[in-house]
């Protein structure tokens, strides 16, 4: 099956810095990803949808300027949180999608911010 | 209401039991329908992958889809601890930008 990589899979941080996760398509090339964040014992949340070579579409509700996406190549997309705070501690998850539309999903970074 | 009602469980069964997770949905225009397995702290791991109402069938697992009443179900047979996991249905709007809409989950907890 779809292999998708995250790293780091765990990162704590001070409040007010900003951290980058990648998302990575090991073995097939995804021209759509999606960033997800899910907190205890709840379903995922979508974030935003990333496509490759054009602006990332935000959920309502999810700040674009905190939450940067960047989809660089059809393998890889990241998310940077801006100014990370407390409140954004979460689990974050990536899915690449296939082309029969298929989203696998990488293993998740849990982001604690002190 | 929610597009896609699951019921949050928690299920506990013992070892050996067949499962029957379940999921129901409001939006006729659904077409794809999976089902995600999840541990704890882990991302959802994808099971099952369905289009078309009837039986889907890999190993101890079994997918139905019922597109007439909205209602898709999967099935554990012979039930292992492994199995202990979040149990996630999603679907796939087709004019929704391939994005997926899920259920709740449901925590399983298979004892041996």
């Known amino acids: 099956g779809a292999v998708v990589s995250q790293h780091p899979s765990w990162v704590i941080c001070k409040s007010g810095t900003s951290v980058k996760i990648e998302c990575r398509s090991l073995?097939?090339?995804?021209?759509?990803m999606f960033w997800y964040r899910q907190f205890p014992k709840q379903s995922l949340m979508l974030m935003a949808t990333?496509?490759?070579?054009?602006?990332?579409?935000?959920e309502q509700g999810v700040e674009k300027d905190k939450f940067l996406i960047n989809h660089a190549s059809l393998t890889l997309s990241t998310l940077t949180v801006t100014s990370a705070h407390p409140e954004d501690s979460s689990f974050y998850i990536c899915?690449?999608?296939?082309?029969?539309?298929?989203?696998?999903f990488g293993p998740g970074t849990r982001l604690t911010v002190l | 209401q929610k597009e896609v009602e699951q019921d949050p469980g928690p299920l506990s069964v013992p070892e050996g039991a067949i499962v029957s997770l379940n999921c129901t949905y409001s939006?006729?225009?659904?077409?794809?329908f999976m089902w995600y397995r999840q541990y704890s702290r882990k991302g959802p791991e994808l099971l099952m992958y369905?289009?078309?109402?009837g039986n889907k069938e890999d190993g101890r697992f079994t997918a139905q889809v019922d597109k007439s009443s909205k209602y898709i179900s999967l099935f554990i047979r012979d039930s292992q601890p492994s199995d202990s996991a979040t149990y996630l249905c999603a679907m796939i709007d087709p004019q929704g930008a391939q994005k997926l809409v899920f259920g709740q989950g449901t925590r399983l907890t298979i004892n041996p």
């Open positions: 369905t289009y078309s109402s």
């Open positions: 939006n006729s225009a659904f077409q794809y």
């Open positions: 073995d097939f090339q995804a021209t759509t």
């Open positions: 899915s690449a999608c296939t082309t029969t539309d298929t989203q696998y």
């Open positions: 990333s496509n490759e070579g054009s602006k990332a579409t935000y």
